[in-house]
T-cell receptor, first 114, second 110 residues
C-alpha cells in the first residue's frame, strides 16, 4: 500500500517560470491537503481539496497559486511566474473521507527558485 | 484555533523514556489533541491523537490531563531514529486544517 506520492522531489525553476507539483494520495483517500514550509519556518496550511472541488483555500496566496484535484489523476499545485520567495518545501497530505484520524503526508517537493 | 505551548528543545538518552509536554489551556470541548513528528528532510508523520482518555499505539502513548489543559507524549524507549521535531496540535471536530506551531526539537544522545 503505497503512501502519499509527491513528485518531483526536487524542482529548480528560474524566476518567472511555472512550477507544477504533483501529489497522488493514498489509495482510498479522497481528501488532499497542501502545506508549505519556508526555510527555518513551520508548516503552513495552503489548501484543502476533494475530488473536483476546492473546499478551503484560505491559506493560498491570492495570486499566482492554484490547486486542483481532478476526477482522474493526481492533485496539482501550480505556481505561475515563480519568485525567489516561493522557494520552500511543499508537502501534500491525504486522508479518507469522514475520519478524524491522522493525515498521511508525502515526502514533499523542494522548490528552489534561482 | 486554540494555541499550544511546547518547549523549544529537549534532549534524552538513547533507550530511555521521553516525556514531551504540551500545554493547551484554552482547549475547547471538541478539540482533539494530535501529535505529529517531522524527521529531517521528511514530511510530517502522524504519531497519535486523543480526546479525553489516555491512548496507546505502537509508536507512543498520549497522557491527557484530567482538565485537558495539558498533555504529554511518551516515547517508551527512545532510539536515534526518534530524533525529530514533535508537534502538538489541537484540531476541532469539523476542522480539516492542521495548525502547526514551532514544536519541540528532540535530540537523542547515544
Amino acid at each position: 500500500n503505497a503512501g502519499v506520492m509527491q513528485n518531483p522531489r526536487h524542482l529548480v525553476r528560474r524566476r518567472g517560470q511555472e512550477a507544477r507539483l504533483r501529489c497522488s494520495p493514498m489509495k482510498g483517500h479522497s481528501h488532499v491537503y497542501w502545506y508549505r514550509q519556508l526555510p527555518e519556518e513551520g508548516l503552513k496550511f495552503m489548501v484543502y481539496l476533494q475530488k473536483e472541488n476546492i473546499i478551503d483555500e484560505s491559506g493560498m496566496p491570492k495570486e499566482r497559486f492554484s490547486a486542483e484535484f481532478p476526477k482522474e489523476g493526481p492533485s496539482i499545485l501550480r505556481i505561475q511566474q515563480v519568485v525567489r520567495g516561493d522557494s520552500a518545501a511543499y508537502f501534500c497530505a491525504s486522508s479518507p473521507q469522514g475520519t478524524h484520524h491522522g493525515y498521511t503526508f508525502g515526502s514533499g517537493t523542494r522548490l528552489t527558485v534561482v | 484555533d486554540a494555541k499550544t505551548t511546547q518547549p523549544n528543545s529537549m534532549e534524552s538518552n538513547e533507550e530511555e523514556p521521553v516525556h514531551l509536554p504540551c500545554n493547551h489551556s484554552t482547549i475547547s470541548g471538541t478539540d482533539y489533541i494530535h501529535w505529529y513528528r517531522q524527521l529531517p528532510s521528511q514530511g510530517p508523520e502522524y504519531v497519535i491523537h486523543g480526546l479525553t482518555s489516555n491512548v496507546n499505539n505502537r509508536m507512543a502513548s498520549l497522557a491527557i490531563a484530567e482538565d485537558r489543559k495539558s498533555s504529554t507524549l511518551i516515547l517508551h524507549r527512545a532510539t536515534l531514529r526518534d530524533a525529530a521535531v514533535y508537534y502538538c496540535i489541537l484540531r476541532d471536530v469539523g476542522n480539516e486544517k492542521l495548525t502547526f506551531g514551532t514544536g519541540t526539537r528532540l535530540t537523542i544522545i547515544p
